[in-house]
């Protein structure tokens, strides 16, 4: 096995991407199409709180794997962590107030026992691979397998979100902020991982993580409609929803 | 092709037709030296000024109004905030940064609250 160039091993992690993005599965199919209630826009909310709410605390476990020779990295990490809880209004606070404009409340969203098994296993999957992973190898899945596929899934639904939904740009202030926080994290996310997986085991790790990570992000999108959805949209075709996974 | 040129760096980037492309992303990816520290629109550290092409780039989005004031009316842009769709020219201040003030009067109000609550507490 060799090692291979930036340019290359970029192609590879964007490859690894690829076929299997979340702005495809039927949820994101759905919402974009404009097909969903706010009932179901309010099952995204209480699922989506517990895969991005604990995002600095997987962020922690990573920056805590990180030697304190990488100082761009974790720089990077503690910058990220801080965007997201205190830098201005808290993230989840802005997911929460999403939520409540759906119809649910702060007490539902905040309740782990409102997300499906599926989420469950999501986060669950992220909170291993942040502990137990080298720190270039849980950057890669976590920030370039998922945190990089926020922009092309959010510039797609924020639209449709004022537009056909009716919300308002308050109410949809979440994506507005994510559509582009995200561009740079998960440029920041390549840039490390480039930097940092120096070895081909290493390399080859990375794209493996951002295949899982991708895969792992599809399966939650695809189970929010199966779970939510699918029973309320019967007959409905989603051109473009894909699945990934056979 | 479109292009990005970072005049400031000397850099120029090349895109396809058709692409819309975030401008600090794209400094980061190739290098090209767009200050920058966080990713959200709050620090101001990524402010450019559009030197040609304003009409390729996306909408003013409200935290540009909120952390430019009127230099967003002078061609001012948050270059974490804006994306390209056709030739573009950039340049940027390389001296110091201003503070955001809003924030930073709000993190100077916490500390005051915070403080009286801790006087409060002793007495």
Request: hydrophobic fraction near 35%.
């Amino acid at each position: 096995m060799e090692l291979l160039s930036r340019d290359d091993f970029r192609a590879a992690l964007e490859g690894a991407i690829r076929g299997r993005e979340a702005r495809d599965a039927s949820f994101s199919q759905a919402w974009a199409n404009g097909l969903l209630s706010r009932d179901h826009l309010a099952r995204w909310a209480e699922n989506h709180y517990h895969y991005v709410g604990p995002f600095a605390d997987y962020l922690a476990y990573i920056y805590a794997n990180a030697p304190d020779t990488a100082t761009d990295a974790k720089d990077f990490l503690l910058q990220n962590m801080y965007e997201e809880e205190v830098s201005d209004v808290r993230h989840t606070d802005l997911l929460i107030r999403f939520g409540e404009a759906c119809g649910t409340t702060r007490e539902r969203i905040e309740d782990p026992r409102n997300m499906n098994p599926v989420t469950r296993g999501l986060q669950g999957w992220c909170y291993a691979t942040a502990f137990r992973e080298h720190f270039a190898v849980a950057t890669a899945a976590l920030v370039v397998g998922l945190e990089s596929q926020v922009p092309s899934i959010y510039r797609r639904q924020y639209p449709v979100l004022l537009e056909k939904y009716g919300f308002s740009e308050e109410e949809a202030e979440f994506f507005e902020l994510h559509i582009t926080s995200d561009e740079v994290h998960g440029e920041r996310g390549y840039q490390i991982v480039l930097d940092n997986a120096t070895t081909p085991e290493l390399q080859q790790r990375c794209i493996q993580v951002v295949q899982d990570g991708a895969e792992m992000r599809f399966a939650y999108t695809k189970a929010l409609y199966d779970t939510y959805v699918a029973k309320d949209l019967d007959g409905v075709t989603l051109t473009g929803a894909e699945p990934a996974i056979a | 092709v479109s292009t990005i040129e970072f005049r400031t760096s000397g850099r120029t980037v090349e895109f396809a037709d058709g692409d819309e492309v975030n401008l600090l992303r794209t400094s980061i990816r190739y290098d090209c030296g767009v200050p920058y520290k966080c990713a959200s629109g709050n620090c101001g550290t990524d402010r450019v000024l559009v030197e040609r092409g304003a009409e390729h780039l996306s909408r003013i989005r409200p935290k540009e109004r909120d952390r430019l004031g009127d230099d967003v009316d002078r061609g001012y842009r948050l270059a974490c905030q804006t994306y390209a769709s056709g030739d573009v020219t950039l340049s940027w201040a390389s001296g110091s940064v201003p503070e955001n003030e809003r924030l930073r009067g709000r993190w100077l109000a916490g500390d005051v609250a915070a403080e009286q609550e801790r006087r409060t507490g002793a007495e």
